[in-house]
């Protein structure tokens, strides 16, 4: 008898039945990234009671705790696997006829995942690796760009009734290995929100970046090269996935050579040029402080040789020039040196959606180069502090509503709160930038009162501020708080206090462990080189160090 029919006849019961209540569908509930493993496998919801959640409790079922689900591979059968819904095709034109040639590239790394040279040689993972496990790498990365006949491969010209079609993603996953299924996997599930720096539904690391992949098989081996290491990051037993990482790399690098070789009149497909973006995310992944910038150079020239962004369609141009400005312009505050330079026609291409990189922190980030060149104005008094009274403005006057921005699909308030947050510390940072910079370039002078004097906000109250920020930050897994690495690690240069250094590094570990990501790593250790007796100005440790290290 069910409850219904008990409570009817009961004495005093009314007999005429209420509205009919739908029963509440349980089977294939929606499977949390966050909830335990059992509960996961299971496919069902999950509470997320610690130690032991509710659900296997009243079940009597062993809880497996909460953490990573990604010992073993998943088959491409597995019915956790989720559908990817393929993005919409556009149909862009292209731009008018260009033809530019890209010489040669060849710099000398020492990156342990290098495969360029025949010549294999042992070398530490890491600049700090010495005493770890040693992966036996190449030693440099090149990417050729000329082909035999000494003629550039890529030189293009473009038809003006030609377009591009984005590519229809492959549905079926049977074309995939075990291994490609289970780096795909997690990069769907937990790469690609911790590589961000905003979670939505829009995602193009989901929505853009997984579609392509599964019809593009060299897209597909870069993908799981970065799904890899970011793996390897944030398990405890690495050997594995630092191994698959390299051998993905290396197969991705050999599939770039091999389409570089062939296409010595026609575009590169745009699916290898998002194969090297993500090369250059998987060295800052890595924590690589040289082989990235051989990447964002590489991408640079492919884009140029293509023709520009306006060759993409939108979703891909958007990710390409997002990803690229980002890292040129972060990268500028730890080199002095141009990286790569910019792409024609990158000054009319303007963001109309938020993107997952910049944030709000658009217009900040594209100070950070003209700080770092204020130092070629040193000999005209008058245009330095031109420049300087210029910055100090944009900076002052800046607020997150000073470009209006498309918010993606699925953003939600308290993510944009946090990219709010962020980019106030973002101005922290750049006016801490802004004075380091001046303070090196006066060294032994005196016109450092008379530079400083144009700076609205002192360097003081600029590092107590990003530092209480910082402290009133929950610094969890949100993902927006993972673009912390640069206003952490220029506070922390410019701290004395032994209290905000301690927080400083308390903070960048926080990240370290939250999101993965190298590049972190080889920010703390330089905070410890500097803290622990360098008494120099942190560039010129950096100089010292010949690292060309990135915060992005």
């Given at each position: 008898?069910?409850?219904?029919?008990?409570?009817?006849?009961?004495?005093?019961?009314?007999?005429?039945?209420?509205?009919?209540?739908?029963?509440?569908?349980?089977?294939?509930?929606?499977?949390?990234?966050?909830?335990?493993?059992?509960?996961?496998?299971?496919?069902?919801?999950?509470?997320?009671?610690?130690?032991?959640?509710?659900?296997?409790?009243?079940?009597?079922?062993?809880?497996?705790?909460?953490g990573s689900m990604w010992a073993?591979?998943?088959?491409?059968?597995?019915?956790?696997?989720?559908?990817?819904?393929?993005?919409?095709?556009?149909?862009?034109?292209?731009?008018?006829?260009?033809?530019?040639?890209?010489?040669?590239?060849?710099?000398?790394?020492?990156?342990?995942?290098?495969?360029?040279?025949?010549?294999?040689?042992?070398?530490?993972?890491?600049?700090?690796?010495?005493?770890?496990?040693?992966?036996?790498?190449?030693?440099?990365?090149?990417?050729?760009?000329?082909?035999?006949?000494?003629?550039?491969?890529?030189?293009?010209?473009?038809?003006?009734?030609?377009?591009?079609?984005?590519?229809?993603?492959?549905?079926?996953?049977?074309?995939?290995?075990?291994?490609?299924?289970?780096?795909?996997?997690?990069?769907?599930?937990?790469?690609?929100?911790?590589?961000?720096?905003?979670?939505?539904?829009?995602?193009?690391?989901?929505?853009?970046?997984?579609?392509?992949?599964?019809?593009?098989?060299?897209?597909?081996?870069?993908?799981?090269?970065?799904?890899?290491?970011?793996?390897?990051?944030?398990?405890?037993?690495?050997?594995?996935?630092?191994?698959?990482?390299?051998?993905?790399?290396?197969?991705?690098?050999?599939?770039?050579?091999?389409?570089?070789?062939?296409?010595?009149?026609?575009?590169?497909?745009?699916?290898?040029?998002?194969?090297?973006?993500?090369?250059?995310?998987?060295?800052?992944?890595?924590?690589?402080?040289?082989?990235?910038?051989?990447?964002?150079?590489?991408?640079?020239?492919?884009?140029?040789?293509?023709?520009?962004?306006?060759?993409?369609?939108?979703?891909?141009?958007?990710?390409?020039?997002?990803?690229?400005?980002?890292?040129?312009?972060?990268?500028?505050?730890?080199?002095?040196?141009?990286?790569?330079?910019?792409?024609?026609?990158?000054?009319?291409?303007?963001?109309?959606?938020?993107?997952?990189?910049?944030?709000?922190?658009e217009d900040i980030i594209k100070?950070?180069?003209?700080?770092?060149?204020?130092?070629?104005?040193?000999?005209?008094?008058?245009?330095?502090?031109?420049?300087?009274?210029?910055?100090?403005?944009?900076?002052?006057?800046?607020?997150?509503?000073?470009?209006?921005?498309?918010?993606?699909?699925?953003?939600?308030?308290?993510?944009?709160?946090?990219?709010?947050?962020?980019?106030?510390?973002?101005?922290?940072?750049?006016?801490?930038?802004?004075?380091?910079?001046?303070?090196?370039?006066?060294?032994?002078?005196?016109?450092q009162l008379l530079w400083t004097?144009?700076?609205?906000?002192?360097?003081?109250?600029?590092?107590?501020?990003?530092?209480?920020?910082?402290?009133?930050?929950?610094?969890?897994?949100?993902?927006?708080?993972?673009?912390?690495?640069?206003?952490?690690?220029?506070?922390?240069?410019?701290?004395?206090?032994?209290?905000?250094?301690?927080?400083?590094?308390?903070?960048?570990?926080?990240?370290?462990?939250?999101?993965?990501?190298?590049?972190?790593?080889?920010?703390?250790?330089?905070?410890?080189?500097?803290?622990?007796?360098?008494?120099?100005?942190?560039?010129?440790?950096?100089?010292?160090?010949?690292?060309?290290?990135?915060?992005?």
């Amino acid at each position: 008898m069910t409850q219904l029919e008990k409570k009817a006849n009961m004495p005093g019961s009314s007999q005429t039945p209420g509205p009919t209540r739908k029963r509440a569908r349980r089977e294939g509930s929606k499977w949390t990234r966050s909830g335990c493993l059992t509960c996961k496998r299971r496919r069902k919801r999950c509470d997320e009671t610690k130690p032991s959640c509710g659900s296997c409790v009243r079940l009597g079922l062993n809880c497996e705790g909460y953490g990573s689900m990604w010992a073993e591979p998943l088959k491409p059968s597995t019915e956790s696997f989720q559908q990817v819904t393929p993005s919409k095709r556009r149909r862009v034109s292209l731009s008018p006829s260009i033809s530019v040639s890209s010489p040669a590239t060849s710099v000398e790394q020492s990156s342990p995942m290098s495969t360029l040279s025949p010549d294999y040689t042992t070398v530490p993972t890491s600049p700090s690796d010495y005493g770890a496990v040693e992966i036996c790498t190449p030693q440099t990365e090149t990417y050729d760009f000329n082909g035999n006949d000494g003629i550039p491969l890529i030189d293009i010209t473009h038809a003006d009734d030609v377009t591009i079609v984005a590519p229809k993603p492959c549905r079926s996953l049977t074309h995939l290995s075990n291994l490609e299924t289970h780096y795909l996997q997690y990069h769907m599930e937990q790469g690609s929100r911790l590589l961000a720096n905003l979670e939505s539904d829009e995602n193009p690391l989901r929505s853009l970046i997984i579609p392509r992949a599964l019809s593009s098989p060299l897209l597909m081996k870069a993908l799981c090269a970065m799904s890899a290491m970011h793996l390897a990051n944030r398990s405890c037993d690495n050997l594995s996935a630092q191994t698959t990482a390299a051998n993905y790399y290396i197969r991705t690098m050999s599939g770039l050579r091999s389409a570089l070789s062939q296409s010595p009149v026609k575009a590169l497909p745009a699916d290898s040029i998002l194969a090297v973006a993500l090369l250059c995310k998987y060295e800052i992944v890595r924590g690589s402080v040289k082989q990235w910038a051989v990447h964002l150079n590489a991408l640079e020239k492919l884009v140029v040789s293509r023709g520009g962004f306006s060759t993409f369609d939108r979703d891909t141009a958007e990710f390409l020039w997002g990803l690229f400005m980002y890292a040129q312009n972060v990268a500028r505050v730890t080199n002095g040196k141009q990286i790569a330079n910019s792409i024609p026609g990158a000054e009319t291409f303007s963001l109309t959606k938020l993107d997952i990189y910049i944030g709000y922190t658009e217009d900040i980030i594209k100070l950070c180069p003209r700080i770092a060149d204020l130092h070629l104005l040193s000999h005209d008094p008058i245009a330095l502090g031109s420049e300087i009274h210029t910055i100090d403005s944009l900076l002052r006057n800046w607020t997150h509503t000073s470009t209006q921005y498309v918010i993606p699909k699925g953003t939600t308030d308290a993510s944009l709160l946090r990219l709010r947050m962020v980019a106030e510390c973002f101005r922290d940072a750049a006016y801490i930038y802004l004075h380091s910079t001046l303070e090196r370039m006066s060294q032994g002078f005196i016109q450092q009162l008379l530079w400083t004097s144009f700076i609205s906000w002192t360097k003081h109250d600029a590092v107590r501020c990003c530092l209480e920020r910082v402290e009133s930050l929950p610094l969890d897994e949100h993902c927006e708080y993972s673009a912390l690495t640069f206003p952490l690690f220029i506070t922390g240069c410019e701290s004395e206090d032994p209290a905000a250094r301690e927080l400083v590094i308390q903070s960048l570990s926080k990240l370290e462990m939250n999101f993965g990501i190298g590049n972190v790593k080889r920010a703390k250790e330089l905070l410890n080189i500097l803290w622990n007796g360098a008494n120099m100005h942190w560039l010129d440790v950096l100089e010292q160090l010949k690292w060309d290290l990135i915060l992005a």
